[in-house]
DNA sequence: TTAACATGCAACCATATAGTTGCATATAAA
DNA sequence: TTTATATGCAACTATATGGTTGCATGTTAA
């Protein structure tokens, strides 16, 4: 059982997910018409995905069709990031002037990020 | 500029930003009080948060308070999953059904998911 | 000024991850 | 029955990732 966010991870997986949004329960060799890796890559992301229960599968002869499970991205969105949502509504609006006046000793303004660049 | 989705794949990450949700603001130290793990791996993490925007600094004295900024999850969640909440819904009703009566010859009833088995 | 504290930087290590190739097996079509 | 198609399994490789430790630097407090 995969983690969604580490099946979400990678972009290959996003992109894969894409497509079976445009076009359900498609087949490996389907799924991997126009993708730049070998075929079994592909189907190794798709192993994730299933593992993540992010697609399912059906068996029809000797095609594996790959359906789009959109359950556990709702959940995610639900239960993980729906916490954030009002701090992000007031973000939108003021979260850079909240940051910008919080209390700070008056007589260096962030020297520190001038000393130690890059972060 | 890491991945917002790669961020969010390490749960120690996630960890972190629950933290930050209960109080926002904190120093490294401060975040890094009951992790089982090192200051260092704490910073290395912080920095990837940073680097995804998930997360704003701001020095004080000796001390860089970190603290959450929302707006990339939420960007998340309406430009991404977003498209994906439709089907959701379906999903959450008819989604099992959909691929239990999906166009199958009635010969077979899954006989390859018992032979190659382990998916 | 000296000592303690908060953080950064760099080198290093073990393992996970994303990819490859080769071959085996099951189904479908000729 | 033979051939082509669709997929799976296994071994292997290169690089990314998460972690460690040691030391340097900047800031605060004694």
Do not use: C
């Amino acid at each position: 059982m995969t983690d969604v966010f580490a099946a979400l991870a990678d972009e290959t997986r996003r992109a894969l997910l894409d497509r079976l949004f445009i076009k359900n329960g498609q087949s490996l060799t389907g799924l991997h018409q126009g993708m730049a890796m070998s075929r079994q890559a592909v189907a190794k992301h798709l192993h994730i995905l299933e593992s993540a229960n992010l697609v399912s599968v059906h068996w029809q002869g000797r095609e594996k069709l790959h359906y789009l499970n959109p359950v556990p991205l709702g959940d995610i969105v639900h239960r993980w990031v729906g916490k954030f949502e009002d701090a992000r509504i007031a973000a939108l609006t003021d979260f850079k002037q909240q940051i910008e006046s919080a209390s700070r000793p008056s007589n260096s303004s962030q020297p520190e990020e001038k000393r130690r660049a890059g972060q």
